[in-house]
């Protein structure tokens, strides 16, 4: 460990840290927005939805939910929509991918719950509605040490980072991004194949937007 803050204390000029640089030319994958929320405010209501909700179950929390389902609303939207993923013969490290019966859409998630409209999240579903049509919105932690598998989605990303670290990462295609956790919004073109990792010393937090048609 002493190691690893040592080589971030000793990051050469022009290496982003944290809070970081992000590039000025970030690409079409990845656009940054001409719009900023309050990053304390973000973290406040980061604080307040981790005491509502299991953020350990599946290291998600769903904003928004199907219409007229409360049932388990804090995680209908998490996950994938399309598939479960299952463990083989009770072994959490095997596990198969299973088509869920029923698929639902981008389109099924139009409710935000009740306990986020007395948050700031509101204020950016609200702001964000203005210009863009929402589908699921979802807080997601990535911990330490940890790397998505490479995939692509079936839609584009909004992203507002919350808690943030240097070793946090997003690589689209041959590219890697850094993400400023400082209000900012990044629209990300998740259709392309990309995966992120936290190579960093503590949870990174993400707000997390799908888009739909």
């Known amino acids: 460990m002493d190691d690893y803050l040592n080589m971030i204390k000793e990051l050469p000029e022009g290496v982003p840290n944290y809070p970081g640089k992000e590039s000025q030319h970030m690409g079409i994958d990845v656009q940054k927005l001409d719009v900023r929320f309050d990053i304390d405010k973000l973290k406040e209501a980061l604080n307040f939805i981790l005491t509502q909700a299991d953020i350990d179950r599946m290291d998600q929390i769903g904003l928004t939910h199907i219409a007229g389902l409360y049932k388990d609303k804090w995680h209908q939207s998490c996950g994938s929509l ?4 299952r463990s083989v013969n009770g072994d959490p490290n095997n596990r198969t991918k299973v088509k869920k019966s ?4 981008e ?6 719950i009740e306990e986020i409209k007395s948050t700031y999240f509101y204020n950016v579903y609200k702001t964000l509605s203005t ?3 929402i589908g699921r919105m979802r807080i997601m932690r990535m911990k330490p040490w940890t790397c998505l598998t490479w995939h692509h989605d079936s ?3 909004l992203h507002i980072p919350i808690i ?4 946090n990462r997003l690589v689209i295609n041959t590219t890697c991004h850094q993400l400023i956790a400082d209000g900012s919004v990044y629209l990300v073109d998740t259709t392309q194949d990309h995966s992120a990792f936290n190579g960093g010393l503590e949870d990174r937090y993400n707000l997390l937007i799908t888009l739909r048609e």
Do not use: H, L, M
């Open 131 to 133: 210009e863009f049509k």
């Open 102 to 105: 029923y698929v639902a859409t």
């Open 107 to 112: 389109n099924d998630f139009p409710e935000i």
């Open 164 to 167: 943030s670290n240097p070793g």
């Open 155 to 157: 839609s584009k990303r």
């Open 82 to 85: 399309i598939y479960d993923y």
